[in-house]
């Protein structure tokens, strides 16, 4: 089956710093979002992505469908105490059929020190 | 975006009795609804698909007569633990989605602890 590997597993920054994530695939994607999820929470969307070399922006985060579109990455600059949470990335690899869930990776969880 | 509830946020109950859970889509209309299990530092595992009106598909090892959905309507999926034991002890999330190839959005989450 589809396997994503999400690098780094955790992250710890200091207050202002930027961060990067990414998130490699076996097989190509068509669809790639990212999520964040705090604790006892569902994960809240943060950014989507659909086109191959698709760079987007949301406040200070940015993200990129990789040209290749099995991979992406994740930005996020001067880092703040409410950075803090597990970041998925997730894709989608069909625009057809039934085949729409999502495939997720194991999380980056970030620790911002203030 | 969108907004997903997802009821009961927590529930604890006696080990052999069954479980409700709720997923609504409270301002558009979710043709398909996922179910997902996840354990404590781990990712989300999918359990099942649901699309309205149509049978569940559900992943492979995923019980599909001790975890029953329906999705009856274009706004609420149900997800029922039967016969619960401990280890469904766990953190079950939905997420739905108005049409393919569109963003999937989460509910909150429910927290089951099986006593």
């Known amino acids: 089956g589809q396997q994503l590997n999400q690098s780094p597993q955790s992250m710890f920054i200091q207050e202002g710093e930027d961060v990067s994530m990414n998130c490699t695939s076996s097989?190509?994607?068509?669809?790639w979002l990212w999520y964040k999820q705090d604790p006892g929470e569902g994960p809240v969307l943060l950014i989507a992505?659909?086109?191959?070399?698709e760079l987007t922006s949301n406040g200070r985060l940015t993200a990129q469908f990789g040209i290749t579109r099995k991979d992406s990455f994740l930005n996020i600059s001067a880092s703040i105490p409410s950075d803090v949470g597990i970041y998925f990335c997730?894709?989608?690899?069909?625009?057809?059929?039934?085949?729409?869930?999502?495939?997720f990776g194991k999380g980056t969880l970030l620790t911002v020190n203030p | 975006g969108a907004v997903v509830s997802q009821h009961p946020s927590w529930v604890i109950c006696k080990s052999g009795t069954s479980v409700k859970i709720e997923c609504r889509s409270l301002?558009?209309?979710?043709?398909?609804m996922f179910w997902y299990r996840q354990f404590p530092k781990q990712s989300l595992m999918l359990m099942a698909t649901?699309?309205?009106?149509?049978?569940?598909?559900?992943e492979q090892g995923v019980e599909k007569d001790k975890f029953l959905i329906n999705h009856a309507s274009l706004t609420l999926s149900t997800l029922t633990v039967t016969s619960a034991h401990p280890e469904d002890s766990s953190f079950y999330i939905c997420?739905?989605?108005?049409?393919?190839?569109?963003?999937?959005?989460f509910g909150q989450g429910t927290r089951l602890t099986v006593v």
């Open positions: 301002d558009f209309q979710a043709t398909t």
């Open positions: 649901s699309n309205e009106g149509s049978k569940a598909t559900y």
């Open positions: 992505l659909y086109k191959a070399g």
């Open positions: 997420s739905a989605m108005t049409d393919p190839n569109t963003e999937a959005f």
């Open positions: 097989s190509i994607f068509n669809t």
């Open positions: 997730a894709g989608r690899s069909s625009s057809g059929g039934s085949n729409y869930k999502l495939t």
